[in-house]
Every structure is written in structure tokens, then in C-alpha cells.
């Protein structure tokens, strides 16, 4: 292959050698704070890029920590309400599913504001007592809910998102 003259290079990347900072007149700038040499450029280059990555991961870092927590907390309200669904009488402990959701998240201190009700509902009616039979005939239908909220304080301050964030979970089961 025969080597190319300046003839045959386009005039763009001609002019892009020459003036490299006249494309871009933000970075005209920045020319003055660069060194004459190119030696220093890359340095430059890694400490933005340092910066950026940093920032990127700290805030996955914080949203992974708040979405452990949510699956924590999901998991605790549906531990209450498979404890609820047990039986008639276990439907009526609300202290018994309390206390489920607060084994499964590990909440020996009583720090979590659990709260755990059972209800009935007919179709087309809403809620109604338990001991109530529906308009069609039929018997009310058993619910058992467990609601477990949570703050979590992230680690870092973020524009637009205030800190502690209420993360909460709220499991409604079927029991007859």
C-alpha cells in the first residue's frame, strides 16, 4: 500500500490535528490548563473517570442496600400472613402474626411498627363481619393481613430524594 499523502487525508482530520480544540470551543478553556505535552492528558482523563465510577458506585451501593431491605420486609409480612392462614384460630392472633414477622426479619428489639388484622369481605359487598353471610348465600371470605414498615437511612445525600426512606410491605392472604 502506498503511503498517503496530506493530499489524500480529508481536510477535516487535517484541521482536527492542527487546531484540535477549535471543534470544541467549551474545551478552549482547558487548553490552557494542560501541559504542552500530551503526558499529562491521560492523568487528567483517569482522575474524571475515577470520580465518575466513585459516584456511580456508591449509589448502587445505597439502592442495593434499600432493595434488600424491601425484600426483607416483603418477606416478613408474607412469614405473618402464612402464619395466619393456618387455621380459624391462628387467624385470629394478630399478636401470633406479629410476632412471625418479626422472626423472619430478626427484629428482637420491638424497633418495627408491625401491624397484623384479619378481615371478611363478600363479593360485591366489601367488608363485613366474619359471622355475617352474603347476600348470594354463600359465607364471607377470610382474610389475614400483615403490614411491616421500615425507615431506611441512606448513606449518602442524593438531590431530590430525602433520607431516611419509608420502605414498607403489605401481605393479604386468603384464609378461607
Same mark, same amino acid.
Given at each position: 500500500?502506498?503511503?498517503?499523502?496530506?493530499?489524500?487525508?480529508?481536510?477535516?482530520?487535517? $484541521?482536527?490535528?492542527?487546531?484540535?480544540?477549535?471543534?470544541?470551543?467549551?474545551?478552549?478553556?482547558?487548553?490552557?490548563?494542560?501541559?504542552?505535552?500530551?503526558?499529562?492528558?491521560?492523568?487528567?482523563?483517569?482522575?474524571?473517570?475515577?470520580?465518575?465510577?466513585?459516584?456511580?458506585?456508591?449509589?448502587?451501593?445505597?439502592?442495593?442496600?434499600?432493595?434488600?431491605?424491601?425484600?426483607?420486609?416483603?418477606?416478613?409480612? @408474607?412469614?405473618?400472613?402464612?402464619?395466619?392462614?393456618?387455621?380459624?384460630?391462628?387467624?385470629?392472633?394478630?399478636?401470633?402474626?406479629?410476632?412471625?414477622? @418479626?422472626? !423472619?426479619?430478626?427484629?428482637?428489639?420491638?424497633?418495627?411498627?408491625?401491624?397484623?388484622?384479619?378481615?371478611? !369481605?363478600?363479593?360485591?359487598?366489601?367488608?363485613? $363481619?366474619?359471622?355475617?353471610?352474603?347476600? !348470594?348465600?354463600?359465607?364471607?371470605?377470610?382474610?389475614?393481613?400483615?403490614?411491616?414498615? !421500615?425507615?431506611?437511612?441512606?448513606?449518602?445525600?442524593?438531590?431530590?430524594?430525602?433520607?431516611? @426512606?419509608?420502605?414498607?410491605?403489605?401481605?393479604?392472604?386468603?384464609?378461607?
Amino acid at each position: 500500500m502506498p503511503h498517503q499523502s496530506a493530499s489524500m487525508t480529508p481536510r477535516w482530520a487535517r $484541521a482536527a490535528k492542527r487546531r484540535p480544540f477549535r471543534r470544541f470551543p467549551g474545551l478552549a478553556g482547558l487548553r490552557k490548563l494542560l501541559p504542552r505535552g500530551a503526558s499529562g492528558n491521560v492523568t487528567i482523563e483517569f482522575g474524571i473517570l475515577i470520580v465518575i465510577l466513585v459516584s456511580l458506585s456508591m449509589g448502587a451501593f445505597d439502592f442495593g442496600r434499600l432493595g434488600f431491605r424491601k425484600i426483607a420486609i416483603t418477606s416478613a409480612a @408474607r412469614a405473618g400472613a402464612q402464619y395466619g392462614i393456618q387455621d380459624l384460630v391462628t387467624a385470629a392472633d394478630t399478636a401470633g402474626m406479629i410476632q412471625a414477622a @418479626r422472626n !423472619d426479619i430478626e427484629d428482637t428489639n420491638d424497633v418495627l411498627d408491625i401491624a397484623a388484622r384479619r378481615y371478611c !369481605d363478600c363479593p360485591g359487598q366489601g367488608e363485613v $363481619a366474619c359471622t355475617v353471610t352474603c347476600t !348470594d348465600g354463600s359465607f364471607s371470605l377470610m382474610y389475614v393481613e400483615v403490614t411491616v414498615p !421500615d425507615q431506611v437511612n441512606l448513606l449518602f445525600p442524593y438531590p431530590g430524594i430525602t433520607s431516611p @426512606r419509608t420502605v414498607a410491605s403489605t401481605s393479604t392472604i386468603r384464609v378461607r
